[in-house]
């Protein structure tokens, strides 16, 4: 069984201020882990992914995470928001057994402050 | 565009009405997931196919809810006697086998008035 916590329903930082948002999971099995954003009446678009190998992955729009095993974390940060960046944050785990079938966290809104 | 599709994107239907929603997959993914997310919470699993199989159902499932993918090409989800339960957004994602993830639709939104 996998479970996914997101740490914060809602946080709100400053544009240009560092951005970070927590997640925690629980997997019986080697994860794979994933990082989407979500706008309004929008689909998912994967930021990143860590499946493997390095444990900092670089994704799109300048952000990156942490796989921390000793920690079960891969929190998502942000050096420094722009307000494009406001919108709901969702943290998924899955497995290597069958990688499109996820169980998400119930997701981050981040509000980005002028 | 070569995306996921989904159509429609909204849909707002009277309670007991059956609905039915269309995924078209990324040409050539294999694998086609199905999800549903309501207000405030993050996308939950509800089945998937693998070609025309579907191999697993999740026990969000009920029997009003049946799901098909003839061919293995685009797949339809069908709510009977919709509930107002039921509202929500219906996101369809699909996955080549060697992808590591799977690539979002951007979704159908019901609601059950």
């Known amino acids: 069984a996998q479970s996914v916590t997101q740490l914060g329903s809602h946080v709100s930082v400053s544009e240009g201020a560092l951005v970070l948002l927590r997640c925690n999971y629980s997997s019986s099995v080697p994860p794979y882990l994933f990082w989407y954003v979500q706008y309004p009446n929008q689909g998912l678009q994967l930021l990143l992914k860590y499946t493997t190998g390095a444990t900092l992955v670089k994704g799109i729009n300048g952000f990156e995470a942490e796989f921390k095993k000793s920690e079960t974390s891969f929190h998502l940060t942000k050096p420094s928001a722009h307000m494009s960046d406001a919108a709901e944050y969702f943290c998924?785990?899955?497995?290597?057994?069958?990688?499109?079938?996820?169980?998400f966290g119930d997701g981050t809104t981040l509000t980005v402050k002028p | 565009d070569t995306g996921v599709s989904q159509d429609p994107r909204h849909k707002i239907t009277k309670r007991g009405q059956n609905v039915t929603f269309r995924c078209d997959p990324i040409?050539?993914?294999?694998?086609l997931y199905w999800y549903r997310q309501t207000l405030g919470q993050g996308p939950e699993f509800l089945t998937y196919f693998q070609n025309e199989a579907q191999l697993e159902k999740s026990r969000l499932l009920s029997d009003r809810f049946s799901a098909e993918r003839p061919k293995g090409s685009f797949s339809t989800l069908e709510i009977q006697r919709t509930e107002q339960g039921d509202s929500a957004m219906y996101l369809c994602?699909?996955?080549?086998?060697?992808?590591?993830?799977?690539?979002f639709g951007q979704g159908t939104r019901l609601t059950v008035v």
């Open positions: 998924a785990v899955s497995s290597n057994t069958n990688a499109g079938k996820s169980t």
């Open positions: 040409s050539e993914h294999n694998r």
């Open positions: 994602a699909s996955r080549a086998w060697e992808n590591t993830e799977a690539f």
